[in-house]
């Protein structure tokens, strides 16, 4: 009499053991180990007794048996292949190595950039202090006569080391409450100082306050064509006759002491690259440094303008004291000087700079 047909029950019983046998490596259903193997699971899982003879005919019932169909999907999405292929990668390579050349190459030029004075005899630069033109601490008179005298001293130009506004934004933005100049107002007096006051501008530094948002700055500088770094700039001024002169600029040197304003400028002096002046802002604070360097051979002045915030409710209630000069600082270069102590000299106060450039430029006429 035949073996009567396994039931479709314990054939899938049989090959979900297989399955696990399999997992751990053996072909379950080959060798009498394996189909040892897959009737001990069974028998650890379920707990019943199964003689191997049964076991076995499960087993081959189970590889005879084709599995079921798997379901259909209804829908099959195409996948995507997101690899690179090998061409693909080394185009990438190419580009990105082209990329950085061009990049190494505009780094190259920002340093020291080169700056063509076509304008014969001394010339002055004004480094307008942080602005901050919509704060209600700024000394507008003081701004608004240091751009006159700015626009009225032959061979001045003007400079920034950053900060035009506030320009609160996230979190800070609560403080628009605590100024009567709303976003608008301040834009239009940003844009005055850029444009409208006539200033002849040489360079605008974005200080963390411009950075934030620093777009106003970027477009006003854009439509003027004023040539804008952002934090720090070093140049070198090309004057008529042959003589030049290194400017490292920026919103502030790293490095801070409290016995000596200018201890980031000294040592942006003596660890970078060599310059006649280093100057920044920031701190709201001024001073002035004149120095020659007997071991590397160079003279060189250390500045920090204070900016216009002359009314600072947060500086009051951390203790500083305020200052009441030096607002901007004026570098006078003299390129037919016979000492370089003489080749540059700078100013705290923006009349007596600009006196100083009128009559250098007059004693040579
Ligand atoms: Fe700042
Ligand atoms: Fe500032």
Redesign the pocket.
């Known amino acids: 009499m035949p073996t009567p047909p396994l039931k479709k029950e314990k054939i899938e019983t049989a090959r979900k053991y297989i399955t696990q046998a399999r997992l751990l490596g053996f072909e379950a259903g080959g060798t009498p180990s394996d189909v040892m193997v897959s009737r001990d699971a069974y028998v650890t899982a379920t707990g019943k007794k199964m003689p191997l003879r049964t076991w076995r005919a499960w087993v081959t019932a189970a590889d005879k048996t084709p599995p079921p169909d798997e379901p259909t999907d209804l829908v099959q999405i195409e996948p995507i292949n997101q690899e690179w292929d090998s061409e693909g990668r080394q185009a990438l390579v190419d580009h990105m190595s082209t990329r950085f050349k061009r990049r190494e190459e505009i780094a190259k030029q920002r340093t020291w950039r080169k700056v063509y004075i076509k304008k014969e005899g001394p010339i002055g630069i004004c480094w307008l202090g942080?602005p901050?033109v919509d704060d209600n601490g700024c000394n507008w008179p003081m701004l608004r006569e240091h751009c006159e005298l700015i626009t009225a001293t032959e061979g001045m130009f003007a400079a920034t080391v950053?900060?035009l506004s506030n320009n609160w934004i996230g979190r800070l933005q609560r403080l628009w409450a605590d100024q009567d100049t709303s976003k608008e107002s301040a834009r239009a007096l940003v844009k005055w100082l850029m444009h409208d006051a006539g200033l002849p501008w040489l360079i605008v530094l974005l200080?963390?306050?411009d950075a934030w948002d620093p777009e106003l700055v970027r477009s006003m500088c854009e439509t003027n064509k004023i040539w804008l770094e952002d934090w720090q700039a070093r140049f070198e001024l090309h004057f008529p006759g042959g003589r030049t002169s290194r400017i490292h600029a920026s919103?502030n040197f790293k490095g801070h002491s409290m016995w000596n304003t200018l201890h980031g400028h000294q040592k942006a002096a003596h660890m970078s690259s060599e310059a006649h002046l280093y100057i920044a802002?920031?701190?709201?604070n001024w001073a002035l440094h004149q120095e020659e360097s007997a071991s590397r051979g160079f003279v060189y002045w250390l500045a920090r303008c204070r900016?216009y915030?002359f009314i600072d409710d947060f500086a009051d209630k951390l203790g500083h004291f305020s200052q009441a000069e030096g607002a901007s600082i004026v570098s006078v270069f003299n390129p037919e000087a016979k000492t370089e102590s003489a080749f540059l000299q700078c100013f705290s106060d923006v009349e007596v700079g600009a006196d100083y450039l009128t009559w250098l430029r007059t004693k040579r006429k």
């Open positions: 942080d901050h950053g900060d200080g963390n306050h919103h802002g920031h701190t709201h900016g915030k």
